[in-house]
């Protein structure tokens, strides 16, 4: 979750947050992405792995560069909304 201030809080089992401010925060099956305060920048951690064999690489913590507005996790993908309101998806599609 964020904090008022923009900082993150995190419970649960994890390794590390990264440091910044963020406007949004969105977490799926074993990883977590966040929008960076100012820039737009997504940074993501955890894994990058299906969360169903825990070994099969799909990249949902693997995002991509520019801005974003807004992010939503699922299972082993992140969708996000860009500054200019296209959208784009990273990690598994399977559907």
Do not use: K
Request: proline share 4%; hydrophobic share 35%.
């Amino acid at each position: 979750g964020l904090y008022a201030d923009g900082h993150l809080v995190l419970w649960g089992y994890s390794s590390s947050l990264p440091d910044g401010i963020y406007t949004t925060v969105a977490a799926g099956g074993m990883h977590v992405c966040a929008i960076a305060a100012g820039s737009g920048t997504v940074t993501c951690w955890g894994s990058n792995a299906s969360p169903s064999n825990g070994t099969t690489y799909v990249g949902q913590a693997m995002p991509p560069t520019g801005s974003f507005t807004h992010l939503a996790a699922g299972w082993a993908h992140t969708c996000g909304i860009r500054a200019d309101d296209s959208a784009e998806c990273w990690g598994l599609n399977s559907s």
